[in-house]
């Protein structure tokens, strides 16, 4: 009788402090890692895109491009290191944690209405000098298109998974 009142108490005192932290196993480890060191080919890329779209400056193109690939270029390399971090746990802290998310959901609704912005602009410049006229769900049933949302409905729910874990 004794020993299970002594281990009411202890589990008592374990519901008060919460749980405990978990460290990261070898698998989690790993993949942390594997996130982290694949930040540096990902920022590569970005680097060579800005490079590419300020190249087309000097030949008429669009400064509204180098903002977005920007934008779209944080959102990767963003949402690689929160769940490297998050992998290796360096998210901790709730406050961390739940930060970390909702930055990546932002970025992401950011992302997105970039997107459909852009689209938009395709769109109406397909009916002025093409006169071809098409649905949204036409438009968006391309493969490059409707991609670019499935990565960024992917982007949300990684960003609500780590503030739910």
Not at 33 to 48: F, N, Q
Not at 102 to 124: H, K, P
Not at 126 to 132: A, G, K, L, T
Request: proline share 2%; with cysteine.
């Amino acid at each position: 009788m004794i020993e299970d009142s002594n281990a009411l108490v202890e589990r008592g005192e374990n519901d008060i402090r919460g749980p405990a932290l978990r460290h990261p196993g070898i698998f989690d480890a790993l993949f942390g890692i594997a996130c982290l060191v694949s930040l540096i080919p990902i920022t590569y890329l970005a680097v060579e895109e800005l490079s590419f779209l300020s190249d087309l400056l000097e030949y008429g193109g669009d400064s509204s491009d180098i903002v977005r690939s920007i934008g779209y270029s944080l959102t990767i390399l963003l949402t690689v290191l929160v769940v490297g971090m998050s992998f290796l746990g360096g998210l901790g802290k709730r406050r961390l944690r739940v930060g970390s998310g909702i930055l990546v959901i932002i970025l992401s609704a950011v992302s997105t209405l970039s997107r459909f912005q852009e689209w938009s602009g395709d769109r109406r410049e397909m009916q002025e000098v093409y006169d071809y006229r098409e649905s949204w769900v036409d438009f968006l049933s391309a493969p490059h298109n409707h991609m670019a949302i499935e990565f960024n409905l992917l982007v949300l729910i990684i960003g609500i998974m780590i503030i739910r874990r």
